[in-house]
């Protein structure tokens, strides 16, 4: 059966705690371990306690992880950006690359927000995209 492949961009913002290294550590590892067996591919970016990620894969196990991540203690204001079907991945090389924003991205940043700083909650969703291609060729 021909595998329906979907992209799905979403923001949020990360419920601040001591722990901010390890809990994305924690993400990390389990959404390599997940990904991969799912098939799903993505990037993760993080900056300023906001998140942006992109989800790419068959359009079930996209579906069915967006509604767990909804439900994330650990994040909230999850915000989705874009979802469309498509021919092909962008990160198909990721099982989940998570980037961390600093200053050495400021003149991305500064590229693709309209105000100057990395808030994916006030984006619009060509320039979430554009910005995770951006750093994936960075
Ligand atoms: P388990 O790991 O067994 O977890 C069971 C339940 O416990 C879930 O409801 C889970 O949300 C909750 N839970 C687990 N650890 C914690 C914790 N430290 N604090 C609070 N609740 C917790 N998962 C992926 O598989 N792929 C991704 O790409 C991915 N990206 C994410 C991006 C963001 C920004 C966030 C916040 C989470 C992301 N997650 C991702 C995690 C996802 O939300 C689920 O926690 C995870 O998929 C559950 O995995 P599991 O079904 O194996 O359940």
Same mark, same amino acid.
């Given at each position: *059966?021909?595998?329906?492949?979907?992209r799905?961009v979403?923001a !949020?913002?990360?419920?601040?705690?001591?722990?901010t290294?390890?809990?994305?550590?924690?993400?990390?590892?389990?959404?390599?371990?997940?990904?991969g067996?799912?098939?799903?591919? /993505?990037?993760?970016?993080? /900056?300023?306690?906001?998140?942006?990620?992109?989800?790419? /894969?068959?359009r079930?196990?996209?579906n069915?992880l967006? @509604?767990k =991540?909804?439900?994330d203690?650990?994040?909230?204001?999850?915000l989705?950006?874009?979802?469309?079907?498509? !021919?092909?991945?962008?990160?198909e090389?990721?099982s989940?690359? @998570?980037? *961390?924003?600093t200053?050495?991205n400021n003149s991305? =940043?500064?590229?693709f927000?309209? !105000?100057?700083k990395?808030?994916p909650?006030? *984006?619009?969703?060509?320039?979430a @995209?554009?910005? *995770?291609?951006?750093?994936?060729?960075?």
């Amino acid at each position: *059966m021909l595998m329906i492949l979907v992209r799905l961009v979403y923001a !949020s913002h990360f419920k601040q705690n001591d722990y901010t290294t390890t809990e994305l550590a924690r993400i990390l590892e389990k959404a390599t371990a997940n990904n991969g067996a799912s098939d799903l591919s /993505g990037a993760l970016l993080f /900056g300023d306690d906001y998140f942006l990620q992109c989800l790419e /894969g068959g359009r079930e196990a996209v579906n069915k992880l967006f @509604l767990k =991540i909804c439900q994330d203690p650990r994040h909230e204001n999850v915000l989705l950006l874009r979802y469309e079907e498509v !021919s092909e991945r962008k990160f198909e090389d990721w099982s989940m690359k @998570l980037v *961390m924003l600093t200053e050495k991205n400021n003149s991305l =940043i500064k590229r693709f927000s309209t !105000s100057g700083k990395f808030n994916p909650l006030r *984006m619009s969703s060509q320039s979430a @995209l554009d910005l *995770m291609v951006a750093i994936r060729d960075h």
